[in-house]
C-alpha cells in the first residue's frame, strides 16, 4: 500500500496532503491575492514616478468642510475593513458567485483608479499648515501625511472600495439574518467616506467620483441578480396559481 492511502471496505483511499486540499479547495481565493500584489506594484510605481505638472483637484464645498482628526480612526480602519471582508467571502460564503462578483467589482474600480491616475495625474492643496489642535490623534494624521503624499486622489480608492465591500456585505444571503452586521457595516462605510474628506485626504469631487464607480459596479454585478432574487416569490406564486 502507497503512503497517505488506508483501506476502505477493501479499496485503497488516497488521502491528499492537507496544504494541496486546501488549496485546491480555495484556489479562487488567489484571484484577489494576485491582483493585489499588482495593484500594489503599480501603485507604487505611480507614486514614485516623476510628475511636475498636476492637476488641482478643489471644490468649494472642500473650503466649508472643516479638519478633524478623531475621523483618523475610521479612516485607518479601512484597510482591516477591506481585507476581513474580502477573506471572508474567499473562505466562508458557500456561494462563491457573491465571492467573484466582489472581486471583479474591486477589480473593476482599483484599474479604473489607476488608469486615471496615469493618464491624469491629480494632487490637492488641502491639508492644513497646522493643526488646530495638539492631540494623539493629530499625531496620527502626521504620520499618515508623511507616508501617503496629496497625489492621486482621483476617484477616491478609500471611498470606492468601502461602498464595494458593504454591498457585498448588505447583499450577501448568508447575511442576510445578521442585521448587526449589516448596519454595523454601513456605518463604518459612512465613517469611512466622511472621514477621507474631514482628514483632508480628499476632495468632495473624489468622493463623488468614488461613489458614482460604485454606482456603476453594483449596476454591473448586483443589480440583476437582485431583481432576480426578488421576482423569486412573484414566480412560484404564479406557478401555484
Given at each position: 500500500m502507497?503512503?497517505?492511502?488506508?483501506?476502505t471496505q477493501g479499496r485503497a483511499?488516497?488521502h491528499r496532503?492537507?496544504?494541496?486540499?486546501?488549496?485546491?479547495d480555495y484556489?479562487h481565493?488567489?484571484?484577489?491575492?494576485?491582483y493585489?500584489?499588482?495593484?500594489?506594484?503599480?501603485?507604487i510605481l505611480l507614486?514614485?514616478?516623476?510628475?511636475?505638472?498636476?492637476?488641482?483637484?478643489?471644490?468649494?464645498?472642500?473650503?466649508h468642510i472643516p479638519?478633524?482628526?478623531?475621523f483618523?480612526?475610521p479612516?485607518l480602519?479601512w484597510?482591516?475593513?477591506?481585507?476581513?471582508?474580502?477573506?471572508?467571502?474567499?473562505?466562508?460564503v458557500?456561494?462563491?458567485?457573491?465571492?467573484?462578483?466582489?472581486?471583479?467589482?474591486?477589480?473593476m474600480?482599483?484599474?479604473?483608479?489607476?488608469?486615471?491616475s496615469?493618464?491624469?495625474?491629480?494632487?490637492?492643496?488641502?491639508?492644513?499648515?497646522?493643526?488646530?489642535r495638539?492631540n494623539?490623534?493629530?499625531?496620527?494624521?502626521?504620520?499618515?501625511?508623511?507616508?501617503?503624499t496629496?497625489?492621486?486622489?482621483l476617484p477616491s480608492i478609500?471611498?470606492?472600495n468601502?461602498l464595494?465591500i458593504?454591498?457585498?456585505?448588505?447583499?450577501?444571503?448568508q447575511?442576510?439574518?445578521?442585521?448587526?452586521?449589516r448596519?454595523?457595516s454601513g456605518?463604518?462605510?459612512?465613517?469611512?467616506?466622511?472621514?477621507?474628506?474631514?482628514?483632508k485626504?480628499?476632495s468632495?469631487?473624489?468622493?463623488?467620483?468614488?461613489t458614482?464607480?460604485a454606482?456603476?459596479?453594483?449596476?454591473?454585478?448586483?443589480?440583476?441578480?437582485a431583481?432576480d432574487r426578488?421576482?423569486?416569490p412573484?414566480?412560484?406564486?404564479?406557478a401555484?396559481?
Amino acid at each position: 500500500m502507497k503512503p497517505n492511502e488506508t483501506i476502505t471496505q477493501g479499496r485503497a483511499v488516497c488521502h491528499r496532503p492537507s496544504i494541496i486540499q486546501f488549496l485546491q479547495d480555495y484556489r479562487h481565493a488567489f484571484i484577489m491575492i494576485f491582483y493585489a500584489m499588482v495593484y500594489i506594484a503599480l501603485f507604487i510605481l505611480l507614486e514614485k514616478r516623476s510628475v511636475t505638472d498636476f492637476h488641482i483637484i478643489h471644490t468649494r464645498l472642500d473650503d466649508h468642510i472643516p479638519f478633524v482628526e478623531y475621523f483618523i480612526i475610521p479612516y485607518l480602519l479601512w484597510f482591516p475593513y477591506c481585507l476581513f471582508s474580502v477573506a471572508y467571502f474567499a473562505f466562508f460564503v458557500r456561494d462563491k458567485g457573491e465571492y467573484y462578483r466582489l472581486s471583479l467589482n474591486l477589480i473593476m474600480g482599483m484599474s479604473l483608479f489607476l488608469t486615471v491616475s496615469w493618464l491624469y495625474p491629480n494632487a490637492h492643496q488641502l491639508r492644513p499648515a497646522v493643526f488646530p489642535r495638539d492631540n494623539i490623534f493629530t499625531d496620527m494624521v502626521r504620520i499618515l501625511y508623511a507616508k501617503d503624499t496629496p497625489t492621486n486622489i482621483l476617484p477616491s480608492i478609500h471611498v470606492f472600495n468601502s461602498l464595494a465591500i458593504h454591498t457585498a456585505i448588505g447583499t450577501c444571503s448568508q447575511l442576510k439574518a445578521h442585521k448587526a452586521i449589516r448596519a454595523f457595516s454601513g456605518l463604518l462605510c459612512l465613517l469611512i467616506i466622511l472621514s477621507t474628506m474631514f482628514l483632508k485626504q480628499h476632495s468632495a469631487l473624489d468622493v463623488t467620483l468614488g461613489t458614482l464607480i460604485a454606482l456603476i459596479g453594483y449596476r454591473l454585478f448586483y443589480a440583476e441578480t437582485a431583481y432576480d432574487r426578488d421576482r423569486v416569490p412573484l414566480r412560484r406564486a404564479t406557478a401555484r396559481h
